[in-house]
């Protein structure tokens, strides 16, 4: 009876026993790490960012007033007051970037917020600081000229000449007048490397005036062996031509222009062989204008370029070459593409009615509608206005 008794007390108070010392060492194990305090979470990529540039960033100039233009102009003060606003511009321009790129990794709604309004005091900021770069090129363009040509280990001290294109323009008085000392050490850069060059050939691009010394220039670069180069001198002179300018010097260089305009050396030579038509189209000679008209019969495929010389001497051809151009015309609508096929709709307008609506037939044909539109988008040549005080900017392309 005592050993019953016994085995019915064991049975029943071991477990209870080991529940009790599994329970107490559960408990040890919760209260340990209840104890230890969690590992919190570092600064998102958006705050780390936020308050790096804030540290990191280049001083503000400490004064912004304009200096003194009474004679003699502290050449030395404006240089260093112009090289701190410079460094300023530039971070500022480059953090307004980066913000927009944060934006999709911004983690919470207030660090979105916290870009946009990071975004709009560096964009205010960085507009008042160009204006102030501007004050301070026109106050001594010279040594606005000075750093461009000498200054190499200024960042991006090329695209400061389009800071001082309105005095370099003020400078050309003719065509054939000599370059003034500012366009000389300019011109310079015509023998730098390709981004002098390139930058150089689209600084042109943005002034209204050219002498014999800048169409030169330009001819020779646009057989540049860099691609960027030869495309951004001939946007510069396709604005000069379209606009009326260097017409003798474009007469005297038809068979350099007709060498141009076969180049075909890499994708993007159609805005060379493009800018060269519209050259010898605004030359009003005969050579030039049979020419523009040889390229609009037999070139494998005709673009905007082609249509726009062919439109600048049309009216002249009709009356020498009447047949040739009808011809032309009907032959083209199968070479043309998109919406440079509907520009040579407007173009037929300057044929008689019956050449007119033979033309119409084949245009019916094959034309896409949607881009008739489109063909009103772009107008011709057209002068333009007065150089714009702007940093210089070039046109890239990239082929994958």
């Given at each position: 009876m005592k050993f019953r008794t016994a085995a019915v007390l064991a049975a029943v108070l071991i477990p209870l026993l080991a529940l009790g010392t599994v329970v107490f060492v559960a408990a040890r194990r919760s209260a340990a790490k209840q104890a230890t305090p969690p590992a919190l979470?570092?600064?998102?990529?958006v705050a780390a960012w936020l308050a790096e540039g804030r540290s990191k960033a280049p001083a503000a100039p400490e004064s912004t007033d304009p200096v003194s233009t009474v004679a003699p102009i502290d050449r030395t003060q404006i240089r260093h007051l112009f090289v701190t606003h410079l460094e300023r511009f530039?971070?500022?321009?480059?953090?307004?970037?980066?913000?927009?790129?944060?934006?999709?990794?911004?983690?919470?709604?207030?660090?979105?917020?916290?870009?946009?309004?990071?975004?709009?005091?560096?964009?205010?900021?960085?507009?008042?600081?160009?204006?102030?770069?501007?004050?301070?090129?026109?106050?001594?363009?010279?040594?606005?000229?000075?750093?461009?040509?000498?200054?190499?280990?200024?960042?991006?001290?090329?695209r400061l000449m389009g800071l001082i294109a309105p005095e370099v323009d003020d400078e050309i008085t003719s065509e054939d007048a000599p370059s003034g000392p500012l366009l000389t050490g300019i011109l310079t850069l015509a023998t730098g490397d390709?981004?002098?060059?390139?930058?150089l050939a689209a600084f042109v691009?943005?002034?209204?005036?050219?002498?014999?010394?800048?169409?030169?220039?330009?001819?020779?670069?646009?057989?540049?062996?860099?691609?960027?180069?030869?495309?951004?001198?001939?946007?510069?002179?396709?604005?000069?031509?379209?606009?009326?300018?260097?017409?003798?010097?474009?007469?005297?260089?038809?068979?350099?222009?007709?060498?141009?305009?076969?180049?075909?050396?890499?994708?993007m030579d159609?805005?060379?062989?493009?800018?060269?038509?519209?050259?010898?189209?605004?030359?009003?000679?005969?050579?030039?204008?049979?020419?523009?008209?040889?390229?609009?019969?037999?070139?494998?495929?005709?673009?905007h370029f082609n249509i726009r010389a062919m439109k600048m001497v049309a009216r002249r051809i009709v009356q020498r070459h009447l047949g040739r151009l009808a011809l032309a015309m009907q032959n083209a609508?199968?070479?043309?593409?998109?919406?440079?096929?509907?520009?040579?709709?407007?173009?037929?307008?300057?044929?008689?009615?019956?050449?007119?609506?033979?033309?119409?037939?084949?245009?019916?044909?094959?034309?896409?509608?949607?881009?008739?539109?489109?063909?009103?988008?772009?107008?011709g040549l057209a002068p333009r206005g007065r150089a714009e005080r702007n940093m210089t900017s070039v046109t890239r392309f990239s082929v994958d």
């Open positions: 979470p570092g600064p998102s990529k530039r971070y500022v321009g480059r953090r307004s970037s980066k913000c927009k790129e944060l934006w999709p990794e911004a983690a919470t709604e207030e660090e979105g917020r916290a870009l946009q309004r990071e975004k709009i005091l560096l964009d205010a900021e960085w507009a008042e600081l160009s204006g102030k770069l501007c004050d301070l090129a026109a106050q001594d363009p010279g040594m606005i000229a000075d750093l461009v040509r000498s200054a190499r280990d200024l960042p991006e001290r090329v390709t981004e002098d060059r390139m930058h691009g943005q002034l209204t005036r050219a002498n014999r010394d800048i169409g030169t220039m330009l001819l020779t670069l646009m057989k540049d062996p860099d691609p960027q180069v030869r495309m951004n001198a001939s946007h510069a002179l396709t604005g000069l031509a379209g606009a009326g300018k260097l017409k003798e010097l474009f007469s005297q260089e038809t068979a350099a222009l007709q060498q141009l305009s076969l180049l075909d050396e890499g994708p159609h805005h060379t062989r493009g800018s060269a038509l519209i050259a010898l189209a605004s030359q009003g000679t005969d050579p030039g204008d049979d020419w523009v008209l040889y390229r609009f019969e037999s070139a494998p495929s005709l673009d609508v199968d070479r043309a593409q998109g919406s440079a096929l509907v520009e040579l709709r407007y173009l037929a307008n300057l044929l008689p009615e019956a050449s007119r609506a033979e033309f119409q037939r084949a245009f019916d044909a094959k034309v896409d509608r949607r881009y008739e539109d489109k063909a009103r988008m772009l107008p």
